[in-house]
């Protein structure tokens, strides 16, 4: 029988030392935060437990958890009111715009706020009386705490909105499809504003409560893709958005994260600018100061 080899113990590569180093380093370093990604705006990434009910046409649909509930080709003839455990909004098929966008303050670890607290007054497309006639709901899906909806117009425009019930993350997102730029304007709700993040030099939205045993900062931040900002004040923003493009809502750490930021795409947006992995988060902003 031939001997055994013995295994010599060799040394760890420098290189590897390094970024074993670095990433020590990374987690140990105080005042810095680590976030899921997700700088698209988009419906992935935020915490669970939401259950979103929708009324369209004074009827009020909440399927069962895991079920799916559809609805096509409806005409609406009222506001479709959208209610869930952390989120709630209404979307007008007069303007197609999201009006009283609110975190309803439920208990949860992530919760940025204890009671009912409008984030957004309103966010509105800009469209003509021709791009807005004959509005249909061309499809809306519903399961647990995701809602889709595209409303369809006459002239062949489309604009798709998507939400997710969940406290905070990227959970909002509003969509065009009109063959034009749209402009979009935000207003925000009582009491917040627009600022300068001292920590990012990025602006972010927020009412400039700190954070307590109770509640996290509330931090939140308008998210373009294929959209320019036309003018900002402490309480409005208003945007161009190219058809295909779209604005997206992000609330807690994922708004202050030290990422790069959504790309210029107007198709699977979503899937492809999600950061895979995670990313530093900086401290809460100290003394924010509304813009202007």
């Given at each position: 029988m031939a001997?055994t080899?013995?295994r010599?113990?060799?040394?760890?590569?420098?290189?590897?030392l390094l970024?074993?180093?670095?990433?020590?380093t990374?987690?140990?370093s105080?005042?810095t935060?680590?976030?899921?990604?997700g700088d698209?705006?988009?419906?992935?990434?935020?915490?669970?437990?939401?259950?979103?009910a929708?009324?369209v046409?004074?009827?009020?649909t909440?399927?069962?958890?895991?079920s799916?509930?559809?609805?096509?080709d409806t005409t609406?003839?009222s506001?479709?009111a959208?209610?869930?455990?952390h989120?709630?909004?209404?979307?007008?098929p007069?303007?197609?715009g999201?009006?009283d966008y609110?975190?309803?303050?439920?208990?949860?670890p992530?919760?940025?706020?204890?009671?009912?607290?409008?984030?957004f007054?309103?966010?509105v497309?800009v469209?003509t009386?021709?791009?807005?006639r004959?509005v249909r709901?061309?499809?809306?899906?519903l399961r647990d705490?995701v809602?889709?909806?595209?409303f369809?117009t006459a002239?062949?425009g489309?604009?798709k909105v998507q939400?997710?019930?969940?406290?905070q993350?990227?959970?909002?997102?509003m969509?065009?499809?009109?063959?034009?730029a749209?402009e979009y304007?935000h207003?925000?709700?009582?009491?917040l504003?627009?600022?300068?993040n001292e920590?990012?030099?990025?602006?972010?939205?927020?009412?400039?409560?700190?954070?307590d045993?109770t509640h996290q900062?509330?931090?939140?931040?308008?998210?373009?893709q294929?959209?320019?900002?036309l003018?900002?004040?402490?309480t409005t923003?208003?945007w161009s958005?190219a058809?295909?493009?779209?604005m997206?809502g992000v609330?807690g750490e994922?708004?202050v994260?030290?990422?790069?930021?959504?790309?210029n795409?107007?198709?699977?947006?979503?899937?492809?600018n999600r950061i895979?992995g995670?990313?530093?988060v900086?401290?809460?902003p100290t003394?924010?100061?509304?813009?202007?």
């Open positions: 001997p080899a013995q010599a113990t060799r040394p760890l590569p420098l290189r590897l970024v074993l180093l670095l990433a020590l990374a987690l140990l105080p005042g935060a680590r976030a899921s990604g698209d705006g988009g419906t992935q990434g935020a915490a669970a437990g939401g259950d979103f929708v009324t046409n004074g009827r009020t909440n399927p069962g958890a895991g799916e509930y559809r609805l096509r609406p003839t506001p479709v959208v209610r869930g455990r989120v709630t909004f209404t979307i007008d007069a303007t197609l999201v009006y609110a975190l309803t303050g439920a208990p949860d992530q919760r940025m706020v204890t009671a009912p607290t409008v984030v007054s309103s966010k497309p469209l009386a021709a791009q807005l004959g709901i061309g499809e809306l899906r705490d809602l889709v909806v595209t369809t002239s062949g489309k604009l939400a997710k019930d969940a406290p993350g990227g959970i909002f997102q969509e065009q499809e009109f063959g034009v749209v304007v207003t925000l709700g009582p009491g504003f627009y600022f300068v920590f990012t030099g990025k602006v972010n939205l927020g009412n400039g409560v700190a954070g045993a900062m509330l931090l939140g931040k308008d998210s373009p294929v959209a320019t900002r003018s900002l004040s402490a923003s208003r958005v058809s295909g493009g779209r997206g609330l994922d708004a994260e030290l990422s790069a930021g959504a790309t795409c107007t198709s699977d947006c979503q899937a492809r895979q995670s990313v530093p900086p401290p809460d003394s924010p100061t509304p813009i202007g």
